[in-house]
């Protein structure tokens, strides 16, 4: 696709703030949930009619003593969430022509993998987790059951993914983010970070220990790793631009098409409706589903993903609204339904707008 990049706007001036009432009861649930699970900070923002109508911060960087206090430029690592970003590349890899197809094999792409084991596994059941793919201790590659019969959520299909993207555009997730959507929309609280900042949100497991970084000395800033810091305010603007599909305030600076893709459903059906749909990673809905992490109150045509910071974006067009809560807390303490929390953080938004 020529001229990909079809305009540039500062998203940040371009969406007002009207705060209102409507979604306080959004906001007492996520500052439960994070007393409850004991995380340091979290926040929530939501965009609803092109208006910034809810923005909350509570808590501080970390349990420590001093710690700074979350604020709009406080950024969350936000792991998986950053698979939104690494679907948005593979469409981007597919719209310019680097990729003929999601159908494609993958050995087509990535000739070294163990064709025994790679097998018959396609691009779109990467993006799905329909790959049945899996690794043993040794970091190879194993199959845990034949492609497109049933659904697994593992890491992966990702760095396949990343592997396709970088070999067949030569550039990295990262730097295709960077060119065609940070610098497009001036998205400069977004970004996969090698090195310790100030403005970074610590991880906390225990309150008891020592707050940790999102960062290891492995990483690096590709795309593929855990590393993605994004600001409360920025991943709405994520969120925002797919809602948008690239235009906002009638400035088209992306093509609709790429989030067409990307929010779609593209999971070829599965026996059994309790197995989640995916878009290019995406989490999306076209009917119910139990092992879905969007709540029974959300209409279908939504989609939302989730990291196990507890970081959610969730998109919902037919209510012209993004939503996103951010925590800074992994593992979940006894009593604690991280599914079914995530499903209630979206219930909750739909009471609020059925009772306005």
């Not at 295709?176 to 609280?189: A, D, G, M, P, W």
């Not at 910071?309 to 809560?325: D, F, H, M, Q």
Request: hydrophobic fraction near 35%; glycine fraction near 6%.
């Amino acid at each position: 696709m020529t001229n990909f990049i079809k305009g540039n706007i500062d998203i940040k001036n371009n969406v007002k703030k009207e705060e209102n009432y409507i979604f306080d009861e959004v906001v007492n649930k996520v500052k439960n949930t994070g007393d409850f699970i004991k995380t340091s900070a979290s926040s929530v923002f939501i965009i609803h009619k092109d208006k910034i109508v809810t923005e909350k911060y509570f808590g501080q960087h970390s349990h420590k003593e001093f710690a700074r206090k979350i604020n709009c430029r406080s950024r969350f690592n936000v792991a998986s969430v950053r698979k939104s970003y690494i679907g948005f590349a593979v469409a981007y890899a597919l719209l310019n022509k680097h990729i003929h197809s999601i159908d494609d094999y993958v050995i087509s792409y990535l000739p070294n993998l163990d064709k025994n084991i790679i097998d018959k596994t396609t691009i779109r059941h990467l993006l799905t987790h329909t790959h049945g793919l899996a690794s043993d201790e040794s970091k190879n590659l194993i199959r845990n059951f034949p492609c497109g019969t049933s659904w697994e959520y593992t890491n992966d299909g990702i760095k396949l993914l990343t592997d396709i993207v970088e070999t067949t555009t030569g550039k990295t997730v990262s730097q295709i983010l960077r060119e065609t959507v940070f610098n497009s929309f001036n998205l400069s609280e977004t970004d996969w970070e090698t090195e310790t900042k100030e403005e970074q949100v610590s991880i906390i497991f225990n309150p008891e220990d020592e707050p940790v970084s999102g960062i290891k000395k492995s990483s690096i800033g590709g795309g593929y790793d855990t590393n993605l810091y994004v600001s409360s305010r920025e991943l709405a603007y994520w969120g925002y631009i797919h809602l948008k599909k690239g235009t906002i305030n009638e400035v088209e600076v992306l093509p609709k098409e790429i989030f067409d893709l990307t929010t779609s459903l593209q999971s070829l059906y599965l026996e059994g409706r309790e197995l989640p749909e995916n878009g290019f990673l995406w989490w999306v809905k076209t009917r119910e589903c139990k092992k879905s992490e969007l709540g029974e109150l959300v209409p279908k045509g939504s989609y939302q993903i989730l990291g196990n910071t507890g970081a959610c974006v969730l998109v919902i067009p037919s209510e012209e609204l993004v939503a996103v809560r951010m925590y800074n807390k992994k593992g979940n303490p006894k009593g604690y339904d991280y599914l079914r929390d995530v499903k209630d953080f979206g219930n909750t938004i739909m009471k609020c707008l059925y009772e306005r």
